[in-house]
């Protein structure tokens, strides 16, 4: 990303994700935004447990999350209603910027997954449709007609040649 011009970052609050926007931001003479609405999900009670365990334990909350239900709640943590709504509003952050700026956004799986569903036109039950890798760049062109999503999840840059599955 040395080549590339970049106006704003934004990132989650969580250390890994500053921590990669700090690495491509240095140099750069950019402040770096953290942004609680780009954090994942709040999981409760299923953080760290395998789709596996989670469909044995909770085969409520399982079936509701293939399809994004609205009804969607993790126990002990976040509902996908509200969710959605902390998420939603970072688009708010990006009214401020010009079509021509490059703005960069560090984030989780779940976050982009919404943001890239909004900002394509998409319902939400599409978020499942998309994966993003690990430090994985996806590049999405804003204008004030809509977006096109022009990368996806490309990993070239980590020397894998193509992007990652998962």
């Not at 704003?8 to 926007?21: E, F, G, N």
């Not at 003479?29 to 596996?52: A, N, P, R, W």
């Not at 401020?96 to 779940?110: K, M, P």
């Amino acid at each position: 990303m040395a080549g590339e011009k970049i106006n704003a970052v934004y990132t989650s609050t969580l250390k890994r994700a500053i921590a990669t926007a700090e690495a491509i931001a240095t140099g750069r003479g950019l402040e770096i935004t953290c942004c609680s609405e780009l954090d994942e999900v709040d999981f409760g009670k299923l953080e760290g447990m395998t789709y596996e365990e989670i469909y044995r334990q909770y085969p409520t909350v399982a079936a509701s999350w293939t399809d994004w239900s609205a009804q969607l709640e993790f126990p002990g943590g976040e509902s996908a209603s509200l969710f959605g709504q902390r998420v939603v509003r970072f688009l708010e952050r990006l009214k401020s910027h010009n079509d021509d700026e490059t703005i960069l956004v560090v984030g989780h799986g779940g976050p982009l997954r919404l943001l890239l569903c909004r900002l394509l036109g998409l319902g939400i039950k599409h978020c499942n449709q998309f994966t993003f890798g690990l430090a994985s760049i996806s590049v999405v062109n804003r204008y004030s007609q809509g977006a096109i999503l022009s990368q996806l999840s490309d990993v070239c840059h980590l020397g894998k040649g193509k992007p990652q599955r998962g």
